[in-house]
Nanobody, 125 residues
Framework: VQLQASGGGLVQAGGSLRLSCAASGRTLTTYNMGWFRQAPGKEREFVAASRWSAGRPYYVEYADSVKGRFTISRDNAKNTLYLQMVSLKPEDTAVYYC????????????????WGQGTQVTVSS
């Protein structure tokens, strides 16, 4: 499966962005889907992940740092994963990656086999 992330940009603190991850080659219903991010000088970290069954999300997990502010979702018709981000903070500045995989735990990188190229999110104070 090929993943193409988009939607990043420059936003002021308190603002919102929606990231998209368009998939091709396989349907997203086959995979656990996740978002990770990497800030300058830091290791890549988990942001959010979910798995769906029968067209509905049945497992969703978020990093503590984004709970209540970020929402992971999917459009099956478009085979696209989203990350809605609100109340953005300067510490959310990072390159955001989407990923697809079949292993658990979904909060860890080894669970994923396919990665998008990343999209830059910059939050100014």
């Amino acid at each position: 499966v090929q993943l193409q992330a988009s939607g990043g940009g420059l936003v002021q603190a308190g603002g919102s962005l929606r990231l998209s991850c368009a998939a091709s080659g396989r349907t997203l219903t086959t995979y656990n889907m996740g978002w990770f991010r990497q800030a300058p000088g830091k290791e890549r970290e988990f942001v959010a992940a979910s798995r769906w069954s029968a067209g509905r999300p049945y497992y969703v997990e978020y990093a503590d740092s984004v709970k209540g502010r970020f929402t992971i979702s999917r459009d099956n018709a478009k085979n696209t994963l989203y990350l809605q981000m609100v109340s953005l903070k300067p510490e959310d500045t990072a390159v955001y990656y989407c990923a697809a995989g079949v292993r658990y735990p979904v909060a860890r990188e080894p669970g994923y086999d396919y990665w998008g190229q990343g999209t830059q999110v910059t939050v100014s104070s």
